[in-house]
């Protein structure tokens, strides 16, 4: 099911033949491999079992969405690799204009307002980041240089090259010393609700909650909570709902930015998503085990 540019790059090449299947239509009779749409899987994965796929592949790294509903007669895999690098700066985005102001200032400019204040650095600022990951990898790899004290934070304490990761377990107590908190995990059983009240509770006043992961991991009640006090700032790629309705009040806090969940949503995901749907063709035509699988009968 590729559409659109994924489909016109991938047709005519690597001997594959490309078909669009609406799902709603008799579904072919034959897939070597399902591409489904991106940000929209169609979770009715048992409208597949006719064609018998050898490999079904989401445009996403997260699948909590699709596994909740897939059937388990064929492997799915993920799209890892494809959009870390997109997410990460976006991260890192969400993160300076928080802290240097840039929604307040772009809004005052439009009023014809000059008003100049100090405003937070990303300097010396102590980075809490949770999620080890191919995205919590790329994302402190691009703070590194702003000169942030880095804590990581991932499933179990361990020892790396790079130093301490710390167990998910300590992440209350870890708050208390963090002036940025940044989410980078996928959402599982584990990690919904992760970032509570007591979690939440625990950072620093004026400290800046992003959340580039799942909006589940977060406590939407909670963190509504403590921007609407003015405790706290958030910078949410993600919600919970998502989307969030209109009206809803994360959108009417002015120390909340919210983007629609497009971190990976850049120029660079089309060429990655391309090379990685052209090299499990390679793999499933050669008969070599696919790359990225998350789930398999």
């Known amino acids: 099911m590729p559409t659109g540019p994924l489909q016109s790059a991938l047709e005519n090449s690597d001997r594959a033949t490309v078909t669009v299947w609406d799902v709603d239509s008799p579904a072919p009779?034959?897939?070597?491999?399902?591409?489904?749409?991106?940000?929209?899987?169609?979770?009715?994965?048992?409208?597949l079992a006719?064609?018998?796929?050898?490999?079904?592949q989401t445009q996403t790294i997260g699948v909590d969405d699709l596994l909740a509903g897939a059937a388990d007669a064929f492997p799915v895999a993920n799209a890892a690799g494809v959009h870390e690098a997109s997410t990460a700066e976006h991260a890192l985005a969400l993160v300076l204009a928080s802290l240097r102001r840039i929604p307040e200032f772009r809004d005052d400019a439009r009023r014809g307002?000059?008003?100049p204040v100090f405003t937070d650095?990303?300097?010396d600022k102590r980075v809490l980041l949770v999620g080890t990951g191919g995205v919590g990898r790329a994302i402190e790899s691009r703070l590194t240089p702003f000169g942030v004290q880095i804590t990581r934070i991932g499933r179990t304490h361990r020892e790396t090259e790079s130093g301490v990761v710390h167990a998910v377990s300590a992440l209350r107590d870890l708050a208390t010393h963090a002036d940025v908190l940044i989410l980078a995990v996928p959402l599982s059983t584990e990690?919904?609700?992760l970032v509570d009240e007591g979690v939440l509770g625990q950072l620093p006043d004026g400290a800046l909650v992003v959340n580039v992961a799942r909006g589940a991991?977060?406590?939407?009640?909670?963190?509504l909570d403590e921007v609407r006090a003015g405790r706290l700032r958030a910078a949410l790629d993600v919600t919970d709902p998502e989307p969030l309705p209109r009206g809803h009040e994360l959108f009417e806090q002015d120390n909340v930015l919210i983007t629609p969940h497009v971190g990976g949503a850049s120029s660079a995901?089309?060429?990655?998503?391309?090379a990685l749907v052209r090299d499990q063709i390679q793999r499933l035509d050669s008969g070599r085990a696919a790359l990225n699988v998350v789930s398999a009968p």
């Open 29 to 47: 009779t034959q897939f070597d491999l399902v591409v489904l749409p991106y940000m929209n899987p169609d979770t009715r994965l048992h409208f």
């Open 50 to 56: 006719s064609a018998a796929p050898r490999l079904v």
């Open 113 to 115: 307002s000059w008003r």
């Open 121 to 123: 650095s990303l300097i």
């Open 191 to 193: 990690t919904r609700g």
């Open 217 to 223: 991991v977060i406590d939407t009640r909670a963190l």
């Open 269 to 274: 995901m089309l060429p990655r998503m391309v």
